[in-house]
């Protein structure tokens, strides 16, 4: 692309990236961004600055405690709106972590909640009031979806005059309408969404705010940053390798990749859409597990099956949720944990988070066992997977760049350098392989006496910039379809999580991973891990995860 198309794209992003900021009204615009060196962790005490008392009050409460307010009418939609309005507009100016604000139509829809209650002297739906955020897929009526491409600004999906791209909207849209959730923000992913890295050329990177010397993750990262920050109480994003959990491990936040086909995709915009070997799932990511049941349970109330013909006809089962509450409270729950997955070994942070997590459920009197599958399951499903992603060759997001001239970033260059499309026969083959993997992986589960297990993330608590060399842990979930629930577990000491000096790698890729490690650097960083369950059983997960989030809130307490 000669230098007049590399003006264009560039221009177009800085107006789109201008846009962004100036939605956000004056009187919360902060007049300057402190370094990272000047103030490493932007959230809690030092956001809430920017913010009057009542709106601290309301934007730290959790979606269940909103909801109980709103509900009860102490708490206005209104007020609420406004406050996560205020708190959103400061998180993007800290962190980039918005594509879109709509912040006038999300307090016409809370007043109109409000007129609501006032009629009919209770909430619209169990969601009343909630303020949802967005992962930059779904579509909102009137608002831009870029997915993080210049050449999608002002179009529907990349294509300019499609009248969708004002009325269309997505089928969880739809739904989180009629719940009573306030829909007002979309938020930053990396452009192809096949990054854990949160980056484009609209609004560059975002930081993670625990952190600002790492990654958010990606590629639901702009939901995970905005959430950390308290700039949103609970929302959805997706995940095809991690793209939920990824973020929520970063950030020290609940998010659950659901099972295949539990929640609604219909009408979302995808990368690589009709790949069906290793579906895409969409899923919530919330400060609190209970937030994070709260959105799943009501989304399934909508009856999604009847208009998402991926979905299965599975409403929530309250009665499984009592069963693992019971199994609990009895002692008979069994957990696996993986401490290394054969090819990188988790940072010292983690293997001491696996060692506390382990420790909370033994104290329990439940059962804790090595989790130790055969040797070549990961590596094998692993590779199955990143097959899936480029069987057209990467001819899908080459398209959506070329529709500007605009460059991709350098994380996922390697990715989608141009190669030869999968044939029928390669594909078959590889969906083979995957439900032989699968096969194995459950013969193995109904060898040993495990509910749930345990397993990392990723192999450091976030990704510093440019240095997401392995997906390996998350991907592998997604291989198997299984559901997943992300628990924050510590943050990084530097004087504890020091280096391990004996440790001998078991590759050069793990070599330069543990290289990575600096305790300086990621001192105070988010330390998270997964826990794994068999597939549709996401409501026993969240009954493990709110157990487990009580348990260590204890520990934090006594110790």
Not at 371 to 389: C, D, F, G, M, R
């Amino acid at each position: 692309m000669g230098s007049n198309g590399d003006t264009a794209w560039q221009e177009l992003a800085a107006a789109k990236r201008g846009a962004i900021l100036n939605s956000i009204p004056v009187k919360w615009r902060l007049d300057k961004i402190p370094t990272v060196d000047e103030q490493r962790n932007v959230t809690g005490a030092y956001i809430e600055q920017f913010l009057l008392p009542k709106e601290v009050e309301i934007t730290k409460a959790d979606a269940v405690g909103i909801v109980e307010k709103a509900a009860s009418g102490a708490w206005s939609a209104v007020e609420i709106a406004e406050a996560f309005c205020h708190r959103a507009s400061l998180s993007h100016q800290l962190v980039n972590c918005l594509h879109e604000t709509f912040f006038d139509a999300a307090l016409a829809d809370a007043k109109e909640l409000d007129d609501w209650f006032a009629e009919h002297g209770k909430p619209k739906g169990p969601l009343h009031g909630l303020p949802v955020s967005l992962k930059d897929q779904f579509h909102v009526k009137g608002v831009d979806t870029t997915m993080g491409y210049v050449g999608w600004i002002d179009t529907f999906q990349g294509q300019k005059g499609d009248p969708r791209s004002k009325t269309f909207e997505s089928e969880m849209v739809r739904e989180l309408r009629q719940l009573g959730a306030v829909l007002y923000c979309k938020t930053a992913v990396p452009h192809t969404l096949m990054c854990g890295e949160t980056v484009n050329n609209i609004i560059e990177y975002t930081w993670n705010p625990k952190n600002r010397h790492l990654s958010c993750g990606g590629s639901s990262g702009g939901e995970g940053a905005l959430i950390a920050l308290g700039g949103s109480p609970g929302g959805f994003g997706t995940d095809i390798g991690g793209s939920i959990r990824i973020p929520s491990a970063f950030n020290g936040l609940f998010g659950l990749r659901p099972t295949s086909g539990r929640l609604p995709y219909e009408g979302m915009a995808n990368s690589m859409d009709g790949q069906n070997s290793v579906l895409s799932v969409v899923g919530p990511l919330a400060s609190s597990a209970g937030g994070v049941k709260l959105l799943t349970k009501a989304i399934l109330s909508a009856e999604p099956w009847l208009h998402d013909p991926l979905v299965a006809e599975i409403p929530w089962r309250g009665d499984l949720e009592v069963k693992t509450k019971d199994l609990i409270a009895s002692s008979k729950l069994s957990v696996g944990f993986l401490d290394h997955d054969g090819a990188v070994a988790p940072h010292p942070p983690l293997k001491r988070a696996l060692g506390l997590l382990r420790d909370a459920v033994a104290r329990s009197g439940n059962q804790v066992f090595d989790w130790q599958p055969p040797a070549s399951s990961h590596p094998t499903i692993n590779e199955l997977v990143s097959k899936t992603w480029i069987y057209d060759g990467g001819a899908d997001v080459r398209q959506d760049f070329a529709r500007s001239g605009e460059p991709w970033a350098p994380q996922i260059l390697d990715v989608w350098q141009e190669r030869p499309q999968a044939d029928a026969a390669s594909i078959a083959a590889t969906n083979r392989g995957l439900r032989a993997c699968r096969k194995a992986y459950l013969d193995y589960w109904n060898g040993t006496a495990a509910d749930v297990f345990v397993a990392p993330c990723a192999p450091f608590p976030a990704a510093r910039p440019g240095r997401f060399d392995y997906i390996g842990y998350s991907s592998f979930v997604n291989g198997l379809d299984l559901p997943s629930v992300v628990v924050p577990v510590t943050t990084v000491e530097k004087g504890v999580d020091v280096v391990d000096a004996s440790y001998q790698p078991v590759s050069e890729l793990d070599k330069k991973i543990q290289s990575d490690y600096d305790p300086e650097i990621y001192d105070g960083a988010p330390v998270s891990l997964q826990i794994i369950g068999r597939r549709y059983q996401e409501e026993k997960l969240l009954a493990i995860a709110e157990w487990l989030e009580g348990e260590l809130n204890k520990e934090l307490l006594t110790s």
